[in-house]
């Protein structure tokens, strides 16, 4: 009972703290909402079958985007709607065609379509439109993007949950470890893989088009920033990518980090970044909540 | 129409025809050796079978469904569940959920109280029971071949395809592995297995399937294929296995 109660307590509580905090606690706060949700989505596919993406920003981007086009000529709930599908149907053509590529392959591979998404709207929006950047004005209050950037990550986590308890799970969590006995065992490997790819793109999507009035102004190399990919994956690593609370507690101190990092060394910030890529590989490979398990199992063994 | 049918099921590897127009089939209940020396394409065999790779030609049926062509998954569905030959556990999932999951994905969709009721049972088969919650990676060689075959037996199949899976098994092992797959025998279970121990063929089955080369040589009651000069001499002039 206390594993839904003691969530909804915490969730209360972050939904009111945007009435006490300031300006900049009210942006860091989104931040963090907006990390836990990426890596948590991010989680939902890569977490248990270890298909590393790259392509987290390929859909963020394209949320963002999708609100940068339609914010004035649609509401903003349509707007949503359409990011959500765009993202939906970019993850459903996109795993089609590649979900059969394993390791290093599908990482370049996911890298490249983030790379790609950002050269095609690039290059119509200069071509077709004649713009680069575009303007989101929307009649939005910096708490309600909050708000809705916390219920997204509420919903995610929820999801995540609800997914480790089902068919889905135990298909994914077979076909991270062998899939050839997941096929022979009778788990339909496109089907299971392209849902759980879906799924997370439209989270991952929706959470971009939350985001983006906060941009103001959107251009292609803002919304597409590859470093954005890197963040999430590293923050699901460092939390624990296979267990429900992982990425949050991967995303909640590692943007923290980068935050105070990129405002007090700007020049050093991208090296410190790769540093700690590298720290949280070689010193927590399984990520935080496993490690601190196997610490506590070694004390108890030592005790008993 | 018999049980299972192969007919002229062709398997072409580039230049290599490791699989050349074999055909036979199998009765309801009936266990069947496949022997042949190594490389003859008994593996090979299996793997079309069960849907591993894609027939060139021929036709395989069980029980009138056409398998060929289908996937892996949907073969797994109409009831084929087989072991590998290079043995496939899943590390990170304790031993109840590693053969579980052919109950769950399987064709009668178990899930909850009772996909881990059919598990614990075919645990309980292989003598694995008393370890379900401990996690695959730390079995032994041995106990990870009798967890794949508890998974095999949890998918609750119309036939049983096990590829060498009494190989590397000590004499005592070997005796209870014999006693087992004796058990799903007189269970009315329809078996296929690739077997290199001669003692064990002979104690179990009582008609093999030989292949040389791809093609079949022999399809006989036991003794009268052991002693046939094409088999003799299929096994003397390829290496024999230890
Ligand atoms: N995927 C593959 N691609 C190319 N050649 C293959 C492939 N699988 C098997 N072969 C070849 O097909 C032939 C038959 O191999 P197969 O594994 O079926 O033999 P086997 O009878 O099972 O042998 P063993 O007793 O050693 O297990 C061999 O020459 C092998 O090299
Ligand atoms: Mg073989």
Redesign the interface.
Known sequence: MSRIILPLIGLALLAIVPLIVTDYGLGLLIGAATYVTLASAWALFSGQTHYISLATVAFYGTGAYTVAVLNETLGYGAVLLCAALIGGTIALVVGLATLRLRGVYFVIFSFGLAELVRQLITWYEVNVTGTLGRYIFLDITTRQIYWQMLGLAAITIALTAWIHRSRLGMALRVIGDDETVAAHSGINLARVKLLAFVLSAVILTLAGAITSPRYVYVEPSIVFNPTISFLTVIMALLGGANRLWGPTLGAVPLFLIFEWLSSNFPDSYPILLGLLFIGVVFLVPNGLIASTERLLGKAKGARG | MSFLEIDRAVKQFGGLRAVSDVSFTLEKGEVVGLLGPNGSGKTTLINLV???LPATSGDIRLDGLRLTGL???RI??AGV??T?QLV??????SLV?NV???A????HAH?GAAARRVALGALEMVGLSDRAGVAAADLTYIDQKRLELA?ALA?EPEILLLDEWLAGLNPTELAEGVALIRTLHQGGLTILMVEHIIDAVRALCPRVVVMNSGELIADAPTDIALADPMVVSAYLGGEVDA
């Not at chain 2, 496939?88 to 999932?93: A, D």
């Open positions: 069960s849907g591993a996937s892996r998954d797994a569905r569940a087989r590998f496939r556990t899943l590390p990170s999932l959920e579980m999951i052919t769950v994905f399987g064709r899930w998974r998918a």
